[in-house]
């Protein structure tokens, strides 16, 4: 996944799009070294399995979970992947940029 998220940080770098990550590896300097090596550049946050607090806030139960917010804070998708995720993503871009263009 994080070739593919990668990519849509770089191709979304200048749209109304931001990807954060929830990682629950073993440790908290594992995920450092994870967030390092596979150069991560977005946000992400540390939680201790799916029984810890960010995971029983957004009920997930089994990594990855994958939630697409839209510009209000919405979720309209869970669970996307690949070009089905894409698809998603780019629809909610395009949302936003029209309401921008509309304010």
């Known amino acids: ?10 191709r979304l770098a200048d749209k109304p799009f931001a ?3 929830v990682n629950s590896d073993s440790d908290i300097e594992k995920l450092k ?5 596979k150069n ?15 995971a029983r806030q957004w009920n997930v139960s ?15 998708y ?3 992947r690949g ?3 894409d698809l998603a993503i780019d629809t909610l871009v395009s949302e936003a940029m029209a309401d921008e263009a509309s304010d």
């Open 19 to 21: 990807l954060l990550g």
């Open 83 to 85: 070009d089905e995720l």
């Open 62 to 76: 089994g990594w990855p979970t994958i939630y697409v917010l839209d510009h209000k804070g919405v979720i309209r």
């Open 1 to 10: 996944m994080y070739p593919h998220e990668r990519s849509l940080v770089k």
């Open 40 to 54: 991560l550049t977005w946000r992400s946050w540390y939680d201790e399995s799916t029984s810890g607090p960010i």
């Open 33 to 37: 070294t994870v967030l390092t090596e």
């Open 78 to 80: 869970k669970n996307v």
